[in-house]
């Protein structure tokens, strides 16, 4: 039985030496440069760079892992991993070096984790040697391009001596609602969320076989949780072929994944909503035509709320290229339980819930629009409009693992319907935060009246519904105006609704303190820049569209120009410091400053 995802990367390399292990499309194009690495010559490199570590002496010590996108990145990964390396993936140096955000990130991140090496591509170590007046504790590190390292020096590599309770990396969470902290995954966490992926995902022997070993494509960031976990280490834990470009290669034309997808026809592929979103911004007669979808059969959208109205317009729009409803595949899951925690079921379509009553609000928290009472899942009689306010079911929990509603304050599980904290158990949690027992035990150490063991608090809000996930919101993002509870996405998905000019997935509602008359919500959004005249009737069909769905009487609604919304590393709003910009006046407003 496989110990680590270091074992089965052997059992791999010796029964399938040629096979191709992960594809990587220079240009983001499939007719361009391409780059690919088998499961023989992955191996030989791993154990060069976990070599390398060995002989220095850095077995149990931690390595930040600074690449750009592409194979390099995962031998240097799983090279710490056969090394007894801890692993932590980190964003690497880029655009200019007036990047104060980025380099405090990685300030942060070296002192946190007390980084004794830095692995990186050649091009990162030499940017890093121009860095010395920024970043001073890299005198104190040794930088390597894993490039350099000869494959000769596999032949020194000794088999690390790792136990599931091991560490294999620190995750650093991507800090949306708190300073990032290190999640120290084990490498049982990874075999065990990994099993979880494979089933719930579908991947069985079968499968594989149906698909010739093709199962991913990707551009998501490896150094990403999603990124991470999902397409790079499932495709080594199963033996598959993963074919990766990079993000700002999707971003730049998205069409790009859509065309992978057509070219390689893997089983699964997927990202956060907005990533569908721009595909339907791109979706050109052309691009329709020239596509087939058919093969595509896990389309996974996670990591940011998944909107209705998105999985309804993306299925109508590439239908016409063979793309299924059932393929639409809503999940969720965190970095603190390894990756996910809760998928939707394969070959069925998504459930939906419409809300056909307003809950009362509580002091637990329950529902409002989203509690969805006497909703269950969308057959077809409701409106359009109806079905895109819909809450989405993020499908049900992998086995092995628990997920509850609890009243964090009672320390008590809600009955199904309520909303609540999403509590999670089971062998994929995490050990805890890398050096921060008070956190830890905050956030992994939680216990619940009537059931034994110990819950990961995961600070989001849901309810469940026939055993499935319904996610509603954060907990710390609550609104609480006038006595009752208001969730921001709900809020933000109604503006959105309101004009062809907001940006899905680019808007952030908080409250501000209005004095005498109490909490008050502020809504901030990115417009297209082609509707700048349109200010005044944005803001009024806003205003308009947030006072008929939720009852409530907006402060003020800003406008900002198109990226300028604080987004973390993962694409999630930063509400918090959405807020903090709008009370220092330091938002990137259309058409002026912002009223108070």
């Not at 089965?8 to 010796?14: I, R």
């Not at 009553?357 to 969805?372: F, K, R, S, V």
Request: hydrophobic fraction near 40%; charged fraction near 20%.
């Amino acid at each position: 039985m496989a110990r680590s995802l270091v074992d089965l990367l052997t059992t791999h390399a010796s029964r399938q030496p040629d096979r191709t292990a992960y594809r990587y499309l220079v240009t983001g194009d499939c007719d361009g440069e391409i780059q690919d690495i088998s499961y023989g010559r992955l191996a030989e490199r791993s154990r060069a760079v976990a070599a390398w570590l060995q002989e220095r002496g850095l077995a149990g010590s931690r390595a930040m892992l600074l690449y750009p996108p592409g194979i390099e990145f995962i031998c240097g990964y799983l090279g710490c991993l056969s090394a007894g390396v801890v692993a932590v993936p980190g964003l690497p140096p880029q655009g200019r070096l007036q990047n104060h955000r980025a380099l405090l990130r990685m300030k942060r991140l070296i002192a946190d984790a007390d980084a004794k090496v830095i692995l990186g591509g050649r091009e990162v170590i030499a940017a890093l040697a121009t860095m010395s007046e920024h970043l001073p504790e890299l005198a104190e590190i040794t930088c390597v391009a894993t490039e350099d390292i000869p494959d000769e020096a596999a032949g020194s590599w000794r088999e690390p001596d790792l136990t599931a309770d091991s560490v294999a990396f620190l995750q650093y969470t991507s800090g949306s609602t708190s300073a990032p902290r290190g999640v120290m995954v084990t490498h049982g966490n990874l075999l065990d969320n990994e099993r979880v992926i494979t089933e719930r995902m579908g991947h069985t022997p079968d499968v594989i076989e149906e698909y010739d070993h093709e199962l991913f494509v990707s551009w998501l960031p490896v150094y990403h949780d999603m990124g991470l976990i999902g397409p790079v280490l499932n495709a080594v834990y199963l033996g598959v072929t993963a074919t990766l470009f990079s993000p700002l290669h999707f971003l730049q034309r998205p069409e790009r994944w859509l065309t992978a997808i057509d070219r390689y026809r893997p089983h699964t592929s997927g990202g956060p909503n907005f990533a569908y979103e721009l595909c339907l911004k791109h979706a050109t007669p052309d691009l329709l035509d020239g596509l087939d979808l058919s093969r595509w059969k896990v389309a996974f959208n996670g990591a940011e709320p998944v909107r209705a109205a998105t999985l309804r317009r993306f299925t109508e729009t590439f239908g016409a290229a063979g793309f299924r409803r059932e393929a639409l595949y809503p999940c969720y899951g965190l970095a603190e339980a390894t990756l996910i925690v809760t998928g939707s079921s394969v070959q069925a379509p998504p459930t939906l819930a419409t809300a056909t009553a307003t809950a009362t609000a509580t002091a637990t928290a329950t529902a409002t629009a989203t509690d969805g009472a006497g909703g269950g899942p969308h057959a077809g009689s409701a409106d359009v409009g109806s079905v895109d306010a819909a809450a989405v079911g993020c499908g049900r929990p992998g086995p092995g693992i628990t997920v509850v509603i609890a009243d964090p304050e009672r320390q008590e599980e809600l009955p199904e319907g309520e909303v609540g904290e999403i509590w999670v158990s089971g062998a994929s949690v995490a050990k805890g935060y890398w050096r921060n027992a008070l956190a830890t035990r905050q956030t992994f150490r939680a216990t619940l009246r009537g059931r034994e063991g110990r819950f990961l608090r995961t600070g989001d809000l849901g309810f469940l519904r026939d055993g499935e996930l319904f996610v509603t919101g954060r907990l710390k993002d609550l609104m609480v105006i006038d006595g009752r509870n208001h969730y921001p996405q709900d809020l933000e998905l109604s503006a959105e609704m309101s004009h062809w000019a907001l940006r899905p997935g680019c808007t952030a509602a908080f409250s501000v303190d209005g004095g005498s008359e109490g909490e008050q919500p502020v809504v901030v959004a990115e417009t297209a820049p082609e509707a700048a005249g349109e200010s005044e009737k944005i803001i009024d069909l806003i205003r308009g569209a947030i006072g008929e769905a939720h009852g409530l009487p907006v402060r003020d609604v800003v406008l900002v120009h198109p990226g300028t919304i604080p987004k973390t590393s993962s694409g999630k709003i930063q509400r918090r410091a959405s807020r903090a910009a709008y009370l220092d006046g330091t938002l990137s407003l259309v058409g002026g400053p912002a009223t108070r």
